[in-house]
């Protein structure tokens, strides 16, 4: 087709004629598709080797003169006790100062504080434990740890306002 052709199609015809083009084009494809899918073989089933289907044969490990000494060993003895480790040693610790004082409350929260200390910040719910020791109680000031029945009230540290410098009076445009 020539372009003078075209234009005197319109645009309406030249998108007639792309459309069958493109129609055309996926007929084609179509038919090569089927044609491909009926034309190829199935390829046959692959089979495994021999060996492969046969059961493994097993040598027994236990003679038959062997079953009949096993079987006259009495079933429970006497002197057979089962095996029971040594106690644990209890940890030797210094009565230095605790770990859990180290810790610094420095602010509460509904289920828990917020503690900075040995490892720089973090968060203890209470019920988690931290250095050992169980969070308990959460109040307003202070907060309670307990290990072993042994209980520790740790305060919560006061906020140290900073000192606050006097403003300078400036005048304002208008008023002075």
């Known amino acids: 087709m020539s372009r003078s052709s075209l234009k005197a199609m319109g645009l309406k015809g030249q998108l007639n004629l792309g459309l069958l083009v493109l129609l055309a084009f996926t007929l084609l494809l179509s038919l090569w598709c089927v044609y491909k899918v009926w034309a190829t073989p199935l390829p046959g089933p692959i089979m495994p080797p021999e060996d492969a289907l046969s ?25 057979r006790v089962a095996y029971q480790a040594a106690p644990a040693k209890p940890e030797a610790r210094a009565p230095a100062r605790d ?47 307990s290990r072993h029945g042994q209980s520790k009230t740790l305060q919560l540290e006061s906020a140290k306002p900073r000192t606050l410098k006097k403003a300078r009076a400036r005048p304002v445009d208008g008023w002075r």
Do not use: C, H, M, N
């Open 55 to 79: 059961p493994l044969a097993i040598e027994p490990r236990v003679v038959v003169q062997d079953v009949d000494i096993i079987a006259l060993r009495p079933l429970f003895w006497a002197s």
């Open 99 to 145: 770990e859990i004082d180290k810790l610094k409350v420095v602010g509460v929260y509904s289920s828990g504080v917020l503690v900075k200390g040995l490892k720089g910040k973090g968060r203890v719910a209470i019920g988690d434990e931290i250095l050992g020791w169980r969070l308990d109680k959460v109040d307003a000031s202070e907060v309670t740890f």
